[in-house]
């Protein structure tokens, strides 16, 4: 007998192979978008804006010049419906995580490795995580 991925297993490893075609020595993220049906309708990795260099423009924290992965994946979507399932391979930051929410047809989030950003949490303010949460969307650690 067969064992099959669950969409889940096939929309995480979808977003770690995206992730490999970012050119961020530091940190590759990828993502990938699920309509309600489990078919792909958007996929993204971090990297540079089309015809710029693609190089980190400092290693520090927020400072790469980098589109996120998410940004990119809701950007490509051939969006289908609503009731859509994110899948990304790093916990959204704030700002994407508002992203995703304004997109007002991501309605699940499912993420493999935890994100803090230092300036935030040193403030106290919410995660992306929390922040996706607390707006309504379905947010899953993958384990």
């Known amino acids: ?27 590759q993220v990828g993502a990938c978008l699920l309509d309600h ?38 950007l490509a979507a051939n969006w289908n419906g609503e009731a859509h399932t994110l899948y990304v391979t790093h916990e959204p930051c704030a700002t994407c995580a508002r992203l995703i929410v304004n997109s007002r047809r991501v309605v699940r989030v499912v993420y493999e490795i935890d994100y803090t950003e230092t300036s935030r949490a040193e403030a106290g303010l919410p995660s992306g995580a929390r922040i996706l949460a607390d707006s309504g969307v379905t947010v899953l650690r993958w384990e």
């Open 37 to 74: 049906w489990n078919r792909v309708v958007g996929v993204g990795y971090n990297g540079r804006a089309s015809g710029e260099p693609n190089e980190r423009e400092s290693l520090d924290q927020g400072q790469s010049g980098f589109i996120h992965a998410e940004t990119n994946a809701l």
């Open 1 to 27: 007998m067969t064992i099959r991925p669950s969409f889940d297993e096939l929309g995480l490893a979808t977003a770690r192979l995206w992730a490999t075609r970012s050119a961020d020595p530091k940190v």
